[in-house]
């Protein structure tokens, strides 16, 4: 189960920062994506996040504030808020 989990993780971090990279117009791979990047470094600016929380709201169910997705600062601290969101919708602690 654990392995599911950090699986599962790695593709919710890796998504968070395709996405936010590709509102940039930028394509990389897997491979050359590194979300240990921060937002800000990424390129994210408050016009972006407000696209970022619109696909958010859509792809996860659940609303976050760009203060907060900026003050997360990374893809892999936003896959824990997602991740803990989607434990919610779905019924789970």
Do not use: C, N
Not at 1 to 16: D, K, P
Not at 41 to 59: A, F, N, P, Q, T
Not at 62 to 69: D, G, I, K
Request: proline share 2%; no cysteine.
């Amino acid at each position: 189960m654990r392995a599911l989990y950090v699986i599962g993780a790695t593709v919710l971090a890796l998504e968070i920062g395709r996405r936010v990279l590709g509102l940039l117009g930028q394509q990389p791979a897997d491979d050359e994506l590194k979300t240990g990047l921060g937002l800000a470094e990424m390129g994210m600016d408050s016009l972006v996040g407000v696209e970022v929380r619109r696909w958010w709201k859509l792809s996860f169910g659940f609303e976050a504030s760009l203060l907060e997705m900026l003050g997360m600062g990374t893809p892999q601290a936003l896959r824990r808020d997602a991740a803990d969101g989607l434990h919610m919708a779905l019924g789970r602690e």
